[in-house]
């Protein structure tokens, strides 16, 4: 399992482009393997016949472990394999301790020759039970037979009547049945990563937040008159390009706030890298825009369509998602008013932006209704002060209440 992303320490085969038995050129795509990030192509550094394949889709891996063999035809290939004779034969050779999700792509046979569906585990559980598992219905995907099936069934066997809900998707999942009292539900390569992720920036990193209100007339209105201009060539700008364009710029002017923590020293970055925080099925990927203060809104609004769109498709490059010096998170077009964003190591600070509100507000002594957007940021308290931090966001409201700063 090669290393296919900077921050991969694992990955789950998504599927086998090339059987046993196929001839295998140096450079030809082997698998597709889904990282911590997305979807990646796994390819030969070596050429000759594909042996042995020691895992199946579905199965996770660590870096480093070997799940496949390329060899000559006639090489004696036994000292790698060992005596796993199939991939099914080397999922059971596992630690039972590894994660469900890796043998819910086994398949098993059960007496009289008929194929059943079953991960390893809840074949081994439905043995222990003296059980058969032709009377068991799964709730994995495509029907497998999981362990919570498994003791769903030893359950009912007992007098107890639960019920499996399978998973139909990401905001699609039907109501609980009744007595279902929860669901486990085994985690993507991408939903680890997070969980680690946020245990790495909480825990070692003092944060502290400073929050703004910016009046955001202006960019409303600078907005409408630009996508007019844009109309012609079948462009348009978003609000949040806005925002992106003037963080990249306010960053340029503050490069104490475009920085990060390195133990002994800080370092300040002169090229401006955003990442900016895009909503996937599996949770949060942060796709970067290099050199974000010298790009103009419209190629800021294609680039950030086009790797979001990368995004959700799990088909982005490391290199598009990695090196970000600093990040934006805006949640406005759900309905949230304010929120605060967790830092991602080792930049030194994020902006959570809330949703633009028409909001009562006094001017001249008046009460008067203007579209006002709150910004939070989260900062790295080792290297951004509060004063580094308010003049840093003093800066993006200027820029955003007066728009034409930003388009000159």
Not at 157 to 185: I, K, L, M, Q, Y
Request: net charge negative.
């Amino acid at each position: 399992m090669e290393a296919l992303s900077p921050t991969m320490e694992e990955g789950q085969l998504v599927k086998w482009l090339k059987a046993e038995g196929d001839s295998v050129s140096v450079g030809e795509i082997l698998a597709e393997i889904e990282t911590d990030k997305a979807t990646m192509e796994l390819v030969a550094r070596g050429e000759g016949v594909l042996r042995k394949v020691l895992i199946g889709e579905g199965a996770t891996a660590g870096v480093g472990d070997v799940i496949a063999v390329i060899a000559g035809p006639d090489e004696d290939i036994s000292g790698l394999v060992g005596s796993a004779g199939t991939p099914q034969e080397a999922y059971e050779t596992q630690s039972q301790e590894v994660s469900e999700a890796a043998y819910e792509a086994a398949r098993v046979t059960i007496g009289g020759g008929d194929r059943v569906k079953a991960s390893p585990l809840a074949r081994r559980l439905a043995t222990e039970a003296d059980m058969d598992l032709q009377t068991v219905q799964g709730s994995g995907p495509g029907g497998r037979i999981v362990m919570r099936d498994v003791e769903a069934a030893k359950d009912g066997a007992s007098g107890v009547s639960v019920t499996s809900v399978p998973r139909a998707g990401a905001g699609t999942d039907p109501p609980a049945a009744p007595g279902v009292d929860f669901e486990d539900r085994p985690l993507s390569q991408m939903r680890k990563t997070i969980a680690k992720r946020l245990v790495e920036s909480l825990s070692p990193v003092p944060h502290f937040f400073l929050r703004i209100t910016a009046d955001m007339s202006r960019t409303l209105a600078a907005r409408k008159r630009v996508n007019q201009l844009l109309e012609a060539q079948g462009d348009k700008v978003s609000i949040n390009d806005f925002i992106l364009k003037a963080t990249a710029n306010a960053l340029e002017r503050h490069p104490d706030v475009n920085a990060q923590w390195s133990g002994d020293a800080i370092r300040r970055h002169y090229r401006v890298h955003l990442g900016v925080a895009v909503a996937v099925e599996d949770g949060l990927i942060t796709p970067v825009i290099r050199d974000a203060n010298r790009k103009g809104l419209a190629q800021i609004s294609r680039e950030v369509r086009e790797l979001a769109a990368k995004g959700r498709e799990k088909k982005l490059q490391p290199e598009e998602y990695t090196g970000s010096t600093f990040s934006v998170s805006n949640l406005g077009m759900f309905g949230i008013h304010e929120f605060t964003g967790i830092i991602n190591p080792p930049e030194a600070g994020i902006i959570a932006v809330g949703g633009i509100e028409e909001t009562p507000a006094v001017e001249g002594g008046q009460v008067v209704v203007k579209p006002l957007m709150k910004v939070t940021m989260s900062c790295d308290h080792r290297v951004i002060d509060g004063a580094t931090g308010a003049r840093f966001l003093q800066t993006l409201k200027e820029m955003l209440e007066e728009p034409a700063v930003i388009l000159v």
